[in-house]
């Protein structure tokens, strides 16, 4: 059974601030991994999809970084703004065909 | 050119009702997807459909009874309501299982009173 983990459950950082966001998962056959942003009240958003043979994804400020063998993904967000302060979550894609989701990170970039 | 729509985005009801949430994706996929978002957050899926057909039924009360018309629409009944269906609901959607990013829509927050 796919279990995703993400840790810690919250951070707050400070603004300009470099940050990495951790996502591990216990079963390397999964098809892809992507990352979501969810703002308090509202729905998910896609910001990255990594393809299981890929390494990296990046997408303006982000970079998505992808391990299959050690089961673990990154998300880098560099120069972090007030407006990146929201609820993290790493999901993957497995052999079942659905997405089996982290608890999230909840960041806080503080001005 | 809302890609994944639900209604209603509030749903507030007495226990022992039967309620629909309504969802739409006019991105052309043929996946679909509702997935259960708890009070602690936790996203989990609930049921997956791919051209009308039911793919995953992840151990969901037969209480919650999806129904797809079509491939653009993947409605959810829920029969005699309990408290513990308080959460809030997700309808999702990706082109082909597997292998394309999941749109998601705004959710459904349901409370049952």
């Known amino acids: 059974k796919q279990e995703v983990t993400q840790i810690p459950a919250a951070l707050s950082v400070p603004e300009g601030e470099n940050l990495v966001l951790n996502c591990s998962f216990t079963?390397?056959?999964?098809?892809?991994l992507q990352w979501f942003r969810q703002d308090p009240g509202k729905g998910l958003t896609s910001l990255l999809l990594i393809q299981s043979s890929q390494r990296e994804q990046t997408s303006g400020r982000l970079n998505a970084s992808l391990d299959k063998s050690s089961g673990r993904s990154t998300l880098y967000i560099a120069a972090s703004q007030p407006g990146d302060s929201a609820t993290y979550l790493c999901a993957v894609d497995g052999a079942n065909s659905k997405l089996t989701f982290g608890k999230g990170i909840t960041l806080s970039v503080r001005p | 050119d809302t890609a994944v729509s639900q209604t209603p985005k509030y749903l507030v009801t007495q226990m022992g009702n039967d309620k629909s949430i309504k969802c739409e994706q006019n991105?052309?996929?043929?996946?679909m997807y509702w997935y259960k978002q708890d009070s602690k957050k936790f996203l989990k899926i609930m049921f997956s459909y791919n051209n009308k057909e039911l793919i995953i039924n992840e151990t969901v009360p037969n209480r919650f009874s999806p129904k797809s018309p079509d491939k653009a629409h993947l409605n959810l009944h829920i029969n005699s309501l309990e408290l513990g269906d308080s959460a809030v609901y997700f309808c999702?959607?990706?082109?082909?299982?597997?292998?394309?990013?999941?749109?998601f829509g705004q959710g459904t927050r349901l409370t049952v009173v």
């Open positions: 991105l052309g996929h043929d996946t």
């Open positions: 999702a959607s990706s082109r082909q299982q597997g292998v394309a990013e999941a749109f």
């Open positions: 079963d390397s056959a999964i098809y892809n």
